[in-house]
């Protein structure tokens, strides 16, 4: 048995060491994939075809055509010395790795093997370099930095296999920070580029994301890469995004680099994403990170301008919720503007894209917001039921709560469009249509139930028709939620009415 | 008897204890969670009235020896500290009667060096902020009885600065509301005795919408249903006192049905793979809404109650 297991153990080191030559001779793998040792033979096959096609056909433009393509998929930041070097010298198990195109795939069998030869080297070199940890015993300081050099390397590989077969062992990571603290910039963009990989195989892994965070943290000091970073970041977010739908961890790190944004540059993100927002209308993320944008608007001072990159910087996201809706600085007109694009913009999705949570989320959002504060004065708009479409009207200009007042009643309006919506070829989704706009509807009444009990103002009889017809529009479209609506409505509605109701 | 309408304890206890001696890829790469692993799986197993099966003593000699210089605990032995295997080896010790063989100012010492200015806090020297790491913090110093090593005030201040429109709260202040982070948030203001800051209505309301047809919660709009958010949400409407909000009994149907009859465990839907946090977490859930026969677990320390009321007495 003993025997068995040598082997083993040996085919593990062999198998790193290769992993190690193949990463090493190209820097910008920027894919990796696990997969079945069949899937492995079938590309094998494709890619030798392609080889063969492709040096039929002149092999020179072929090569500039992929560093082309490098440069823009790298997004600005990662660019590094294009030091590609032709896989042919590297002699490596074809049941174990395919690469090409800086694509690699392992098969998964041999994961265990490879995994458990980096574990056991990350074990012996930091015992190692414990047990000598300075320069004692060696005779000089050149000696002393080449064995750390050497240390130093053994770790930097070791730790880089760990983290590509299990992206969330946070000791490999911390392993690598130490030694990168050591070093120099070029290093940090390598070590971007890794994460990068990391997160094509493993995109919600939260160790790697928080790495990716503190390399940039580091990079923050060389500001001339900066900027690029961020934005080769956002897009890697909509690639990643992509694919790994309502991705925590990804938006997470998207709304973190909005902190860093200019006036322009979050107009520009706000207009750029919508593409992408609504061929995506379910993942509630990526509207969350519009809400981040939309409230960073808010924040940013007017006077600032258009170069307020250092201003804007800070640890996290500025956007916090409505807690803080006593700070509002008079709002220029473009975010104004922008607010009110994005209010008709839902408006549109909703109509377009028939039960969608995120889409009455976002409005609840949006709704609130022109309620509470800043956005009142400049956002004259209106639902207009004749043309079903939100139009600007030029009101004369009156006290706020007549605006107010009007604005409420138009989303009231909106609301009856959308549930006289009936949708016969797409019964559910117009079903969960009518739920989301009469909920939408109780969410109205709460937030101006909030108001009044802020300005000690009384319930209306109106207002109490209002919530009453809602509840019992609820108990027909939303029954099951029964228990919450009995819990939710009633305290709104104030003792006397629900002891009249219930006579 | 219709077998998935009863939770098969003798089952579950069985597949956590069968945990420990597996040696595959995915045993291997969790390896470096296994103090998270153990907390799952004891408490699981006391609220089943099994802790005794394993033994006491080889368990607290290794989380012994997860401890580091700093006071922190890492997740496995040879890994690095985090304040979230500290709580987690904090919690198991608190099952067993033993938080008297730590050195609780060690302990408090590393917590107190991880809060920042703003009253955040670190998880670990390198300085990734989250309010998951808030509620670490705060509850293990609250175990250890030792809150008066943090700034108390500001730590609340910055949970609170993580509130979101919609009543709830994400890992960082405009972060995404997201189940999860509202446990911790909402927690660590229960244990702070500053639940007077959540908005109880509207954060009820938003977890009431994560219960989807099938019974099951969600965490975030537009996602699955996944037996972890049973308790997730569960114990932030427990804390919240609205728990009666929800369809409590399509929930347990729900859970139930996430069962391994056969071999034991839960996972986080109906037909897929089990594994030891899900087990946990269907558990607590099912603990939640006062299945008979489990014991009553506590929202906020995510510890059975019995155990949390002999730590305070
Ligand atoms: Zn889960």
Same mark, same amino acid.
């Given at each position: 048995?003993?025997?068995k297991d040598d082997e083993e153990v040996e085919r593990g080191r062999l198998l790193l060491s290769q992993l190690d030559r193949l990463l090493d001779a190209d820097p910008f793998i920027d894919e990796l994939g696990f997969v079945h040792p069949s899937e492995l033979v079938r590309l094998k096959s494709v890619s030798d075809h392609s080889i063969a096609e492709a040096a039929d056909?002149?092999p020179?433009?072929k090569h500039?055509h992929s560093?082309?393509e490098k440069?823009?998929y790298?997004?600005?930041?990662?660019?590094?010395?294009?030091g590609h070097k032709e896989h042919n010298d590297l002699s490596c198990d074809d049941c174990a790795f395919w690469c090409h195109d800086h694509k690699l795939a392992i098969a998964s069998p041999v994961l265990l093997l490879m995994y458990k030869a980096a574990k056991e080297a990350?074990?012996?070199?930091?015992?190692?370099?414990?047990?000598?940890?300075?320069?004692?015993?060696?005779?000089?300081?050149?000696?002393?930095?080449?064995?750390?050099?050497?240390?130093?390397?053994?770790?930097?590989s070791c730790t880089r296999a760990l983290v590509l077969i299990n992206s969330d062992h946070?000791?490999a990571?911390?392993?690598?920070?130490?030694?990168?603290?050591?070093?120099?910039?070029?290093?940090?963009?390598?070590?971007?580029r890794l994460t990068r990989l990391v997160l094509s195989c493993a995109p919600k892994s939260?160790?790697a994301?928080?790495?990716?965070?503190?390399?940039?943290?580091?990079?923050?000091?060389?500001?001339?890469?900066?900027?690029?970073?961020?934005?080769?970041?956002?897009?890697?977010?909509?690639l990643i995004?992509e694919r790994s739908?309502?991705?925590?961890?990804?938006?997470?790190?998207?709304?973190?680099?909005?902190?860093?944004?200019?006036?322009?540059?979050?107009?520009?993100?706000?207009?750029?994403?919508?593409?992408?927002?609504?061929?995506?209308?379910?993942?509630?993320?990526?509207?969350?990170?519009?809400?981040?944008?939309?409230?960073?608007?808010?924040?940013?001072?007017?006077?600032?301008?258009?170069?307020?990159?250092?201003?804007?910087?800070?640890?996290?996201?500025?956007?916090?919720?409505?807690?803080?809706?006593?700070?509002?600085?008079?709002?220029?007109?473009?975010?104004?503007? %922008?607010?009110? @694009?994005?209010?008709?913009?839902?408006?549109? #999705? !909703?109509?377009?894209? &028939? $039960?969608?949570?995120?889409?009455?989320?976002?409005?609840?959002?949006?709704?609130?917001?022109?309620?509470?504060?800043?956005?009142?004065?400049?956002?004259?708009?209106?639902?207009?039921?004749?043309?079903?479409?939100?139009?600007?009207?030029?009101?004369?200009?009156?006290?706020?709560?007549?605006?107010?007042?009007?604005?409420?009643?138009?989303?009231?309006?909106?609301?009856?469009?959308?549930?006289?919506?009936?949708?016969?070829?797409?019964?559910?989704?117009?079903?969960?249509?009518?739920?989301?706009?009469?909920?939408?509807?109780?969410?109205?009444?709460?937030?101006?139930?909030?108001?009044?009990?802020?300005?000690?103002?009384?319930?209306?009889?109106?207002?109490?028709?209002?919530?009453?017809?809602?509840?019992?529009?609820?108990?027909? %479209?939303?029954? @099951?939620?029964?228990?919450?609506?009995?819990? #939710? !409505?009633?305290?709104? &509605? $104030?003792?006397?009415?629900?002891?009249?109701?219930?006579? | 008897?219709?077998?998935?309408?009863?939770?098969?304890?003798?089952?579950?206890?069985?597949?956590?204890?069968?945990?420990?001696?597996?040696k595959d890829l995915e045993s291997l790469l969790t390896?470096?969670?296994?103090?998270?692993?153990?907390?799952?799986?004891?408490?699981?197993?006391?609220?089943?009235?099994?802790?005794?099966?394993?033994?006491?003593?080889?368990?607290?000699?290794?989380?012994?020896?997860?401890?580091?210089?700093?006071?922190?605990?890492?997740?496995?032995?040879?890994?690095?500290?985090?304040?979230?295997?500290?709580?987690?080896?904090?919690?198991?010790?608190?099952?067993?009667?033993?938080?008297?063989?730590?050195?609780?100012?060690?302990?408090?010492?590393?917590?107190?060096?991880?809060?920042?200015?703003?009253?955040?806090?670190?998880?670990?020297?390198?300085?990734?902020?989250?309010?998951?790491?808030?509620?670490?913090?705060?509850?293990?110093?609250?175990?250890?009885?030792?809150?008066?090593?943090?700034?108390?005030?500001?730590?609340?201040?910055?949970?609170?600065?993580?509130?979101?429109?919609?009543?709830?709260?994400?890992?960082?202040?405009?972060?995404?509301?997201?189940?999860?982070?509202?446990?911790?948030?909402?927690?660590?203001?229960?244990?702070?005795?500053?639940?007077?800051?959540?908005?109880?209505?509207?954060?009820?309301?938003?977890?009431?919408?994560?219960?989807?047809?099938?019974?099951?919660?969600?965490?975030?709009?537009?996602?699955?249903?996944?037996?972890?958010?049973?308790?997730?949400?569960?114990?932030?409407?427990?804390?919240?006192?609205?728990?009666?909000?929800?369809?409590?009994?399509?929930?347990?149907?729900?859970?139930?049905?996430?069962?391994?009859?056969?071999?034991?465990?839960?996972?986080?839907?109906?037909?897929?793979a089990?594994?030891?946090?899900?087990?946990?977490?269907?558990?607590?859930?099912?603990?939640?809404?006062?299945?008979?026969?489990?014991?009553?677990?506590?929202?906020?320390?995510?510890?059975?109650?019995?155990?949390?009321?002999?730590?305070?007495?």
């Amino acid at each position: 048995m003993a025997g068995k297991d040598d082997e083993e153990v040996e085919r593990g080191r062999l198998l790193l060491s290769q992993l190690d030559r193949l990463l090493d001779a190209d820097p910008f793998i920027d894919e990796l994939g696990f997969v079945h040792p069949s899937e492995l033979v079938r590309l094998k096959s494709v890619s030798d075809h392609s080889i063969a096609e492709a040096a039929d056909v002149e092999p020179e433009s072929k090569h500039t055509h992929s560093y082309e393509e490098k440069k823009q998929y790298a997004g600005g930041g990662e660019e590094f010395a294009y030091g590609h070097k032709e896989h042919n010298d590297l002699s490596c198990d074809d049941c174990a790795f395919w690469c090409h195109d800086h694509k690699l795939a392992i098969a998964s069998p041999v994961l265990l093997l490879m995994y458990k030869a980096a574990k056991e080297a990350f074990i012996a070199i930091k015992k190692e370099y414990l047990i000598y940890p300075r320069q004692d015993g060696l005779s000089s300081k050149s000696e002393m930095i080449g064995r750390n050099q050497g240390y130093q390397q053994k770790l930097m590989s070791c730790t880089r296999a760990l983290v590509l077969i299990n992206s969330d062992h946070a000791s490999a990571w911390n392993a690598r920070k130490r030694i990168l603290l050591m070093g120099l910039k070029d290093d940090l963009m390598a070590e971007l580029r890794l994460t990068r990989l990391v997160l094509s195989c493993a995109p919600k892994s939260e160790e790697a994301w928080a790495h990716r965070r503190w390399v940039i943290g580091c990079i923050k000091g060389y500001h001339t890469v900066l900027d690029g970073v961020l934005e080769g970041d956002s897009k890697l977010i909509e690639l990643i995004a992509e694919r790994s739908r309502m991705n925590y961890r990804a938006w997470r790190h998207r709304c973190w680099l909005v902190s860093h944004m200019s006036l322009t540059q979050v107009s520009h993100e706000l207009r750029r994403s919508k593409l992408w927002a609504a061929s995506y209308v379910a993942d509630n993320c990526c509207f969350h990170y519009r809400r981040c944008l939309l409230l960073h608007l808010l924040q940013i001072p007017s006077s600032s301008g258009d170069h307020c990159n250092e201003g804007t910087v800070n640890k996290e996201s500025n956007c916090s919720g409505s807690s803080q809706s006593g700070v509002s600085p008079a709002m220029s007109d473009t975010v104004a503007e %922008l607010w009110k @694009e994005e209010l008709s913009w839902s408006a549109d #999705l !909703i109509k377009s894209y &028939l $039960g969608c949570e995120t889409l009455w989320i976002h409005r609840r959002f949006l709704i609130l917001h022109f309620l509470d504060h800043h956005c009142m004065k400049h956002c004259k708009y209106h639902w207009h039921s004749a043309s079903e479409k939100y139009v600007g009207e030029v009101s004369i200009d009156t006290d706020r709560s007549s605006q107010q007042d009007a604005l409420v009643e138009s989303e009231f309006r909106f609301v009856d469009f959308c549930l006289s919506a009936c949708e016969k070829n797409h019964p559910e989704e117009a079903k969960r249509q009518k739920e989301f706009a009469i909920t939408y509807k109780l969410w109205i009444l709460v937030m101006e139930h909030r108001q009044m009990l802020l300005s000690g103002s009384q319930r209306n009889e109106a207002f109490i028709q209002e919530l009453r017809d809602v509840k019992s529009v609820l108990g027909v %479209l939303c029954s @099951e939620k029964q228990n919450l609506w009995e819990g #939710l !409505i009633p305290p709104l &509605l $104030g003792p006397d009415v629900v002891a009249s109701m219930q006579a | 008897m219709d077998d998935s309408s009863t939770l098969h304890v003798q089952k579950h206890v069985e597949f956590i204890k069968s945990l420990d001696n597996k040696k595959d890829l995915e045993s291997l790469l969790t390896e470096h969670i296994r103090m998270n692993g153990a907390y799952w799986g004891l408490t699981a197993l006391d609220l089943m009235g099994s802790l005794n099966d394993l033994d006491q003593d080889k368990i607290i000699s290794w989380i012994l020896q997860c401890q580091h210089d700093c006071g922190g605990f890492g997740g496995n032995i040879g890994h690095d500290p985090h304040i979230l295997y500290t709580l987690s080896a904090v919690q198991i010790l608190a099952l067993y009667d033993k938080l008297a063989v730590l050195d609780s100012s060690k302990i408090a010492s590393y917590i107190t060096g991880l809060q920042q200015n703003d009253g955040s806090f670190y998880g670990d020297e390198w300085g990734e902020i989250d309010t998951r790491f808030s509620y670490g913090a705060i509850c293990c110093l609250a175990l250890l009885r030792r809150l008066d090593a943090i700034n108390l005030e500001k730590a609340i201040t910055y949970i609170v600065s993580c509130k979101n429109f919609d009543g709830g709260f994400g890992s960082t202040p405009g972060g995404e509301s997201h189940a999860g982070q509202i446990f911790c948030c909402v927690a660590a203001l229960a244990i702070a005795g500053s639940l007077h800051y959540v908005d109880k209505d509207l954060l009820g309301w938003w977890l009431c919408e994560r219960q989807v047809k099938s019974g099951g919660l969600n965490g975030r709009p537009e996602k699955l249903p996944d037996v972890c958010y049973s308790w997730w949400v569960l114990s932030s409407l427990a804390i919240l006192d609205r728990v009666h909000w929800i369809d409590r009994e399509s929930l347990k149907t729900f859970i139930l049905d996430c069962q391994d009859i056969e071999n034991g465990g839960i996972s986080d839907r109906p037909d897929d793979a089990v594994d030891v946090f899900h087990t946990y977490f269907g558990v607590a859930g099912l603990s939640l809404l006062e299945y008979p026969g489990l014991k009553h677990i506590d929202p906020a320390y995510a510890l059975p109650v019995n155990v949390v009321k002999r730590v305070f007495s």
